[in-house]
T-cell receptor, first 111, second 112 residues
Framework: GENVEQHPSTLSVQEGDSAVIKCTYS??????FPWYKQELGKRPQLIID???NVGEKKDQRIAVTLNKTAKHFSLHITETQPEDSAVYFC??????????WGAGTKLIIKP | EPEVTQTPSHQVTQMGQEVILRCVPI?????FYWYRQILGQKVEFLVS????????KSEIFDDQFSVERPDGSNFTLKIRSTKLEDSAMYFC??????????FGEGSRLTVL
């Protein structure tokens, strides 16, 4: 079955700097890759997603890149702000049925 | 903006008791899911439901678990005989055809 690895588990960056979180997946048939942000005690919220027919997608300060050959995808956050502090999860799916999640990255933005 | 709603927000139960967690998905969505998240860990898929039947389930979703859509709006998760390790946050989610999941606020289950 699908397996999603996520690194790092914790990332601490200075406010204003960029943050990059990386994920790899095992199932080459996966075609949908969302990123979720989860604040403490809250539900996961979709921040950006990418499908396998696209290599990069950007939404303001957030971008996701996908390398299908290498089976990895990354989340890039530029000009980080205190409100970006949260746990970020990547996930992968090859259907509308089941998302397989990474273990999460705790992002800490230092003032 | 339409939301997935879940009840109860927190339930405390004794080991061995049955628990039913309730969800109202977004009304025009077609796919429904249950996920769980043990405190401090990643989100784990339990089951997906489409066209009034289970479409996929994980190894976690054993015979102790069942799901129902008893009417046109509710989607329930039943745990027949709770164990200590069932303590977790349970998230319901729904999606339209395009795959984006919309999560509810979660139901925290504490098994004593």
């Amino acid at each position: 079955g699908e397996n999603v690895e996520q690194h790092p588990s914790t990332l601490s960056v200075q406010e204003g700097d960029s943050a990059v979180i990386k994920c790899t997946y095992s199932d080459s048939a996966s075609n949908y890759f969302p990123w979720y942000k989860q604040e403490l005690g809250k539900r996961p919220q979709l921040i950006i997603d990418i499908r396998s027919n696209v290599g990069e997608k950007k939404d303001q300060r957030i971008a996701v890149t996908l390398n299908k050959t290498a089976k990895h995808f990354s989340l890039h956050i530029t000009e980080t702000q205190p409100e970006d502090s949260a746990v970020y999860f990547c996930a992968a799916s090859r259907s509308n049925y089941q998302l397989i999640w990474g273990a999460g990255t705790k992002l800490i933005i230092k003032p | 903006e339409p939301e997935v709603t879940q009840t109860p927000s927190h339930q405390v139960t004794q080991m061995g008791q049955e628990v039913i967690l309730r969800c109202v998905p977004i009304s025009n969505h077609l796919y429904f899911y249950w996920y769980r998240q043990i405190l401090g860990q990643k989100v784990e898929f339990l089951v997906s439901f489409y066209n009034n039947e289970i479409s996929e389930k994980s190894e976690i979703f054993d015979d102790q678990f069942s799901v129902e859509r008893p009417d046109g709006s509710n989607f329930t998760l039943k745990i027949r005989s709770t164990k200590l390790e069932d303590s977790a946050m349970y998230f319901c989610a729904s999606s339209p055809m395009d795959g984006e999941l919309f999560f509810g606020e979660g139901s925290r289950l504490t098994v004593l």
